[in-house]
C-alpha cells in the first residue's frame, strides 16, 4: 500500500478522482503522521483532526454523488498562523492572540475551501513573521525534520517543516523577506513569493504591507504552481490586488517538463549574490555552480549580471519593514480583541492598559522592530530612514528592469548557508538578518521568486536551494523553468532530495487536537 | 476663566489683532463608509455597522469608496481648489480607543484638493474672502462614551464605552490659511464662514450638513498678535464647535480670554480647548506643539488616487449654482424684502419656495405658506416643513386661493387634510366640501334669514352704522359653516339696506 504521506499533492489527487483512496483516509493518515511526528519538529500550533475529518467526509461524499470538484479537492493543506481561520484560532506565534478566534476566514482560506481543500491545522512561525528560523515564535520554535537541532527557516518554518516531515503536502505560506523561500531552501522543499498584488492580502495579519505577500509551499513544483492556482486573483477587499487574468501555473509547470524547455533561456547570474560574497557556505556556492553547469549543458545561456544595489537591500528592508510593522501592530492594544493586562500598580487607565498588555504579549524581537520602525518614522528622521529606504527601493526595481533586459530568469542560492543550530544566531540580531539578503530584493521590488531544492550541501549532509526570479507578472515563467530545472537536478541525482531526509522517531508524542 | 474676568472685548481689540484659521470637518452622506462596505448610518445600534477592517482586527484591509473621492472632488472645486493629479492616503499614527487600527487614515502632504477660496459677505455688508489652503479626505473616529463619573468626561469615569459605527466614516477637512485683518468682525466671520461651507455642502448634497449630527464640525483656530507687533501670537484650537451660534461665541470667548491672560503678563499655551456650550466658556484640552509627532508615513494598503482631468471636468459641470450667487438672484426675482427673504433662508425653505414658484405659484404667495402655516405646523409635529407637503401641493393649493375656490381660512383646512394624507388640494376640497358657496341667492337666503331674527339691522345700517351688517354677516359665515366670501356677503347685505 502507498504511504499517502510520502506522495505528492498532484498523485494523490488522482488517487482521490479515480476513487481508489477517500479524503478522509488520505486526511487520516497525515493527522496519525502529526500525531507521530510533531512532538518532535513542532510544524503545527493547532490541529484541527475532528473539523478536518468532516471537511474530508463531505468532500467524500459530494464526489460520490457526482459534483465536479477542484483538482485540489480533498487534499490536506497546512495554514501559516498568520492566516486568519474562521474555526481555528489564530495567533500569528504571538502570546498577545493566545487563543483568539477570528470572525472571518481570509481569502485565500475561503479559497481553499471552496476548493474543497481540507485544513489540518495551523503552522508555527516567527511571531508576527518577523525572524528567519521559528526562534520567535511565542510557542516555541519548530524542529528541522532534517536535523532536529536546527532551524526550519523562518518566519514560515512551520509551513516548511509540515512538507518536509510529510504531515501535510501542502501549506500556505507568507513571504515578507524571504519567509517562503528560505525555510523552502533550508527543508529541502519547494516555495513561491507570487508577484506582489497576485495573491489577496486580506486576513493575512499585517507585518509590512507593501512587502507581504502570501503563497505556496510545497515538496514539487507541480504541487506548488497546484496551490498558487487555487490563491491566486484579484481580489477586491484588498486594494493592492492586481485585477489581472492570470494563465495556469500548473499548465506553465507542465510546460517545463518538456524536452529542450531549458534550450536558450537566458539565465542571469547575480554576481552579487553568486555566493563569493561573506557570509556564503561554500558547499551552498558549490551546489550552485554545478545546478549552472547543468544549466548551461541543457542549453541554456548562463549570464553574469550586475545589481549593484542589492548590496543596500537589508539597510532598506529593516527601515522599510519596521516602519510598517510598527504602525501595522499598532491595533494590538486589548481593547477589541486578545490579551488584556492591567498595570501591575497604578491607575487603571486605556493607555496603561494597552501600555501593560503590550509589554507582556510582544516579545522581544517584536518589540525590537516596533521600536525601530517608530524611530525611522519619527519626525526629523523620516527622510534620513524611512525616505532614503524608499529610495534604495527605487535603486533596486531599477537593477532588476536592467537586469531583465539582458536575461529572461534571474538566479541565486535560496539562502546563504544550510539551517544553523537553534539558538546559534539567536544573540547575534545581524547575522540573522544577513541570511535573508538573497530573498529580500524580490520583496523591495515585488517581483515573484521561487525556491527549490539544490541539493545537500557536501561538508553537512543539509539542503540548499536555488532562488528563481522574474520580472512582476511572469509568475508563470517560473514556474515552467523551476520544473524543468527540478527534472534536471533530479535526474543527475537519481532521485528527490526529501526522500533523502532521515527517517523521524515516530511516537504518540503529540495529541491530535488543541493548541500546545 | 470666569466671564466676569474677561477682558472687555473693545478694549482686547484695542490692544490686539486677532488672527484666525479654521479646520472643518464635513461628514460625507456616502451610502458606505470611507474605506469599508459598511453602512454610514446615524443612530444604530452599537458597533452594528462595523466588519474587520473598520474595527481593525488582525487582516483586515482597506478599500477606497469611490463615491467619497467624488464627493470630496466636487467639494474641492465648489471650494475652488486645484484637484490634485495624483494623490496618496497617509497614516496619521496615535494610540487612542476611539481609533480602531491606533493611526488614522488620511491625508498628509498630497491632499485630493488644495489652494481655494471662499468668498463671505458680513451683516455689514464688508465682504472676506478666505483663503483655503486644501480639502484632505480622512476617516472619523469612533464614539467613547464615558460612564460613571459626574461630568460624562473621561476624567472620573468608571469605565468608557466605544461605538465604532461612526470610525470609518468619510470626512473631508478643509484647511483654512491664516486669516488676517477679521478685527473685530473675528466672531462674525467665523460663523459666517462655517454658515458658508455649510450652505456649499448642502446645496452639492455630499452631507446632510447637521451640525448638531455632528456632520459639521469646526475647529477654531484664535490667537493674538499685539498692535505695533509683527509676530504671531500662541494659538488654540478650540474643538468640535458644534453650531453656528458656538463658533461666534467660542472666538469672541477666546479674544477675550487670551487678550486678559496676555496684559496680565501671562502667556498662552499652544492647546486645544473644549468649548462648553451651557457656560460659554472654554477649558483646556491637551497640549499641542507643531512637532506633535503623528510619524505620518504613505498609506501601504492603498494605491494613490489619480482622477482623471476628464472625470474632474464632469464633476465640475455637475457643480451647483454657488449658494451665494443663488440667494442673489433669486432675492431679485421675486422681489423679496431683505427682512422677507432672510426669512426663507434662516428657514431653510429656499428650495420649497423656489420649487413652489416653478410650479406656478406667485413668490410671495409661496413664501407666506412655507414660511408660515406650513413651518408652523411642522413645528408642532417636531419635523421639517419638506416633509409634511410637496411644493406641487403648495401650488395647487395657492391656485386654488387665487381663483376663489377657497378663503385663505379654507385653504389652511385644506393643508391639514393634504398632511393627513386625504390627497392634493382639490381631491381634499372635493372630499370634504370645503369650496366657497359662490351662489348668491343661497346666500341671500341665508341673510334673509339671519335679519329675520335681527330685524333692526337694516334701520341701523341705513342710519349710517355700517358696522352694524357685522352681526349678519357673522350669523351668515356661521351659517355657511366657512364656506362664504366674507367680502362678498357684506356686500349683498348694503345691497338689501340700500333697497
New interface residues.
Given amino acids: 500500500m502507498t504511504d499517502l504521506t510520502r506522495i505528492s499533492a498532484a498523485e494523490l489527487s488522482g488517487l482521490l478522482a479515480d476513487g481508489s483512496v477517500s479524503s478522509v483516509e488520505a486526511t487520516r493518515v497525515h493527522l496519525e503522521r502529526i500525531a507521530a511526528v510533531d512532538g518532535d519538529v513542532h510544524a503545527f500550533l493547532h490541529v484541527a483532526a475532528e473539523t478536518a475529518l468532516a471537511t474530508a467526509a463531505d468532500v467524500d461524499r459530494r464526489r460520490a454523488a457526482g459534483d465536479r470538484l477542484g483538482p485540489l479537492a480533498g487534499v490536506p493543506v497546512a495554514i501559516k498562523d498568520v492566516?486568519?481561520t474562521a474555526d481555528m484560532p489564530?495567533t500569528?506565534g504571538s502570546k498577545i492572540?493566545e487563543g483568539?478566534m477570528?470572525?472571518?476566514d481570509?481569502t485565500v482560506v475561503r479559497k481553499l475551501r471552496e476548493s474543497d481543500l481540507v485544513p489540518l491545522g495551523k503552522t508555527n512561525m516567527d511571531e508576527f513573521a518577523m525572524g528567519s528560523s521559528t526562534e520567535h515564535s511565542a510557542y516555541g520554535p519548530t524542529h528541522n525534520p532534517w536535523d532536529l537541532e536546527r532551524i526550519p527557516g523562518g518566519s514560515g518554518g512551520g509551513s516548511a517543516a509540515a512538507v518536509a516531515a510529510f504531515e501535510a503536502p501542502l501549506a500556505l505560506g507568507s513571504d515578507t523577506g524571504g519567509s517562503i523561500r528560505q525555510p523552502a531552501a533550508v527543508t529541502g522543499s519547494v516555495g513561491f513569493k507570487p508577484t506582489y498584488g497576485g495573491v489577496s492580502?486580506?486576513?493575512?495579519?499585517?507585518m509590512?504591507?507593501?512587502l507581504d505577500q502570501v503563497g505556496p509551499v510545497a515538496r514539487t513544483v507541480m504541487d506548488t504552481a497546484l496551490l498558487h492556482d487555487v490563491i491566486a486573483g484579484h481580489d477586491?477587499?484588498?486594494?493592492?490586488s492586481l485585477a489581472t487574468d492570470w494563465p495556469s501555473m500548473a499548465a506553465a509547470a507542465t510546460a517545463g517538463l518538456a524536452d529542450g524547455a531549458l534550450k536558450g533561456v537566458r539565465v542571469g547570474v547575480i554576481q552579487e549574490l553568486a555566493g563569493n560574497a561573506d557570509g556564503f557556505q561554500a558547499g551552498v556556492k558549490q551546489r550552485f555552480d554545478e545546478t549552472l553547469a547543468l544549466l548551461s549543458a541543457a542549453g541554456a545561456e548562463v549570464i553574469g549580471v550586475s545589481c549593484p544595489n542589492f548590496e543596500y537591500s537589508i539597510a532598506a528592508y529593516y527601515l522599510i519593514h519596521p516602519?510598517?510593522a510598527?504602525?501595522n501592530l499598532?491595533?494590538?492594544?486589548s481593547?477589541?480583541?486578545g490579551l488584556r493586562e492591567n498595570p501591575a500598580d497604578g491607575p487603571i487607565t486605556?493607555?496603561r492598559v494597552?501600555s501593560a498588555t503590550r509589554g507582556a504579549g510582544f516579545g522581544p524581537e517584536v518589540k525590537r522592530r516596533i521600536i525601530l520602525g517608530?524611530y525611522a518614522?519619527?519626525?526629523g528622521y523620516?527622510d534620513a530612514y524611512?525616505g532614503s529606504a524608499q529610495k534604495v527601493r527605487t535603486l533596486i526595481q531599477r537593477d532588476f528592469q536592467a537586469a531583465f533586459e539582458k536575461v529572461d530568469v534571474l538566479v541565486s542560492p535560496s539562502a546563504p548557508t544550510t539551517a544553523f543550530k537553534i539558538g546559534e544566531k539567536i544573540d547575534d540580531l545581524l547575522a540573522m538578518y544577513i541570511n535573508d539578503i538573497t530573498t529580500i530584493p524580490a520583496n523591495l521590488a515585488g517581483v515573484p521568486g521561487l525556491g527549490l531544492p539544490m541539493g545537500l550541501a557536501p561538508e553537512d549532509g543539509l539542503p540548499t536551494g536555488l532562488q528563481l526570479m522574474a520580472p512582476a507578472m511572469q509568475d508563470a515563467r517560473l514556474y515552467t523553468l523551476g520544473a524543468a530545472i527540478e527534472q534536471l537536478l533530479e535526474a543527475s541525482w537519481g532521485h528527490t532530495l526529501i526522500s533523502q531526509a532521515p527517517e523521524l522517531r515516530t511516537g504518540n508524542t503529540r495529541s491530535a487536537e488543541g493548541n500546545n | 476663566m470666569a466671564k466676569a474676568n474677561l477682558m472687555d472685548y473693545d478694549k482686547a481689540l484695542e490692544l490686539f489683532e486677532p488672527v484666525l484659521g479654521f479646520e472643518v470637518h464635513v461628514e460625507l452622506n456616502t451610502a458606505t463608509k470611507m474605506f469599508c462596505g459598511c453602512a454610514n448610518e446615524f443612530g444604530q445600534g452599537a458597533n452594528t455597522n462595523t466588519c474587520?477592517t473598520c474595527?481593525?482586527?488582525?487582516?483586515?484591509?482597506?478599500?477606497?469608496n469611490g463615491k467619497a473621492i467624488e464627493s470630496s472632488i466636487r467639494l474641492g472645486l465648489a471650494l475652488g481648489c486645484e484637484i490634485a493629479e495624483t494623490c496618496r492616503f497617509a497614516?496619521k499614527?496615535y494610540?487612542y480607543?476611539d481609533t480602531?487600527?491606533?493611526?488614522q487614515t488620511s491625508q498628509y502632504d498630497e491632499p485630493i484638493a488644495y489652494e481655494g477660496s471662499l468668498t463671505i459677505e458680513l451683516e455689514s455688508g464688508r465682504q472676506v474672502t478666505v483663503a483655503i489652503e486644501r480639502a484632505h479626505m480622512e476617516e472619523d473616529a469612533g464614539k467613547l462614551t464615558h460612564k460613571g463619573g459626574a461630568s460624562g468626561r473621561i476624567q472620573g469615569a468608571d469605565y468608557?464605552l466605544?461605538d465604532y459605527n461612526r470610525g470609518g466614516v468619510p470626512l473631508v477637512e478643509i484647511v483654512t490659511h491664516m486669516i488676517e485683518g477679521a478685527e473685530a468682525d473675528a466672531p462674525e466671520i467665523g460663523r459666517t464662514y462655517v454658515a458658508a461651507v455649510r450652505e456649499i455642502v448642502k446645496a452639492l448634497g455630499v452631507s446632510n450638513a447637521r451640525m448638531e449630527e455632528g456632520n459639521v464640525r469646526c475647529d477654531a483656530n484664535v490667537s493674538l498678535r499685539p498692535r505695533g507687533s509683527d509676530t504671531l501670537g500662541t494659538r488654540t484650537e478650540t474643538k468640535n464647535v458644534n453650531s453656528l451660534r458656538s463658533v461666534e461665541r467660542a472666538i469672541r470667548y477666546e479674544i477675550q480670554r487670551q487678550a486678559q491672560v496676555l496684559s496680565a503678563g501671562g502667556t498662552i499655551v499652544q492647546e486645544t480647548r473644549h468649548w462648553h456650550e451651557d457656560t460659554g466658556t472654554t477649558s483646556p484640552g491637551r497640549p499641542k506643539s507643531d512637532?506633535d509627532?503623528y510619524?505620518?508615513?504613505p498609506e501601504?494598503?492603498?494605491?494613490p488616487v489619480a482622477p482623471s482631468r476628464e472625470w474632474v471636468e464632469e464633476l465640475r459641470a455637475t457643480l451647483p449654482e454657488p449658494p451665494a450667487e443663488r440667494r442673489k438672484r433669486l432675492q431679485a426675482e421675486w422681489e423679496f424684502s431683505a427682512l422677507e427673504f432672510q426669512d426663507v433662508v434662516n428657514s431653510e425653505l429656499l428650495d420649497q419656495v423656489e420649487a413652489t414658484v416653478a410650479a406656478g405659484a406667485s413668490a410671495q404667495s409661496a413664501r407666506k405658506w412655507w414660511t408660515g402655516e406650513i413651518a408652523r405646523l411642522a413645528n408642532v409635529d417636531g419635523v421639517s416643513p419638506e416633509t409634511l407637503v410637496s411644493p406641487g401641493q403648495v401650488a395647487e393649493l395657492v391656485a386654488l386661493i387665487d381663483s376663489g375656490t377657497l378663503t385663505d381660512r379654507l385653504g389652511r383646512q385644506v393643508l391639514e387634510g393634504v398632511i393627513a394624507g386625504e390627497g392634493n388640494p382639490a381631491q381634499v376640497v372635493e372630499a370634504r366640501g370645503l369650496a366657497v358657496v359662490s351662489d348668491d341667492g343661497a346666500l341671500i337666503a341665508a341673510i334673509d334669514d339671519a335679519l329675520a331674527s335681527q330685524p333692526d339691522v337694516l334701520a341701523k345700517i341705513r342710519d349710517g352704522k355700517v358696522q352694524a351688517a357685522g352681526a349678519v354677516i357673522g350669523a351668515v359665515m356661521k351659517a355657511m359653516r366657512g364656506q362664504a366670501d366674507a367680502a362678498r356677503v357684506r356686500e349683498l347685505v348694503l345691497e338689501r339696506a340700500a333697497e
Fill in positions: 492566516l486568519v489564530t500569528a492572540l483568539w477570528p470572525p472571518y481570509a492580502r486580506y486576513g493575512a495579519i499585517a509590512a504591507s507593501s477586491q477587499m484588498d486594494a493592492t516602519a510598517e510598527s504602525s499598532a491595533r494590538f492594544d481593547v477589541r480583541f486605556s493607555e494597552m517608530t518614522l519619527s519626525a523620516y524611512y | 474587520p474595527l481593525g482586527l488582525p487582516g483586515g484591509l482597506p478599500q477606497v497614516r499614527n494610540f480607543p480602531a487600527k491606533n493611526f468608557s466605544v512637532a509627532d510619524r505620518y508615513f501601504p494598503d492603498l494605491v
